[in-house]
């Protein structure tokens, strides 16, 4: 008796066969990637076993199971940014008092700067007029001294003309003196010049030059001439 034979059907084949390539490029496209999870793996091994029994099976043909690379594809969803919460009115205040506070702390602080520019400079000038002052009371002080030795070489020069003179002659005229004159003469007069002088002067004369003279030198009023 002859067996026959199933008919050919290749249909099946060729369901299997586009299981076999899918499952290999599935697998190059992991491995290019960097390695995919074992589940990828062991469903992209089980696809040929299903594609052949599907081919000797005869039946309808089984759908192709998703590959990793359509798999890894879908775009991961954008995490989701957390909303500021909203600010109260109690907040705002604050938020304004302290911007208000900063405005005027800030206005302080350059009102200040400019205080202390405004002292540096007049600090400045007085130093600067200070030493003005200085240089001329210097000045003054010399001038004074200048004149102070003029002075004293003109009284020296009178007194030296009434020294050379007759104590007669010189007692007439310092009778006529003016008594401040009189005086400036007789202390700038040695002792015994000066005692031979108001010997030839009028008594009255001489007694009141005398005791001026006195009263002058108790003042603490030394001779000119005498080191200070």
Partial sequence: MIRRLPPFRPLPFACAAMALLLAVKAREVVQAVGGAPAALLSAGRAVVPAAQAAGHGGGAPAKPAP???????APAPPPAVPAEPPI????????LDLRARRTQMEAQE????????????????????????????????????????RDEANWRGLVKTY?????????AILNEMEMPVLLQVLDRM?????????AAMQPDRARAATAQLAARRSQGVAPPGTPG
């Fill in 67 to 73: 590959t990793p690379a359509a798999a890894s594809a």
């Fill in 163 to 171: 020294e050379v003179m007759r104590p007669r002659d010189a007692a």
């Fill in 88 to 95: 109260s009115d109690t907040e705002r205040a604050v938020l």
């Fill in 190 to 198: 040695k002792e015994a010049k000066a005692a031979t002088l108001l």
């Fill in 110 to 149: 350059q009102a200040l700067a400019t205080r202390e520019s405004v002292l540096a400079a007049a600090e400045k000038r007085m130093g600067e007029r200070v030493d003005q002052l200085s240089a001329l009371q210097a000045r003054l002080e010399a001038l004074d001294g200048t004149r102070r030795e």
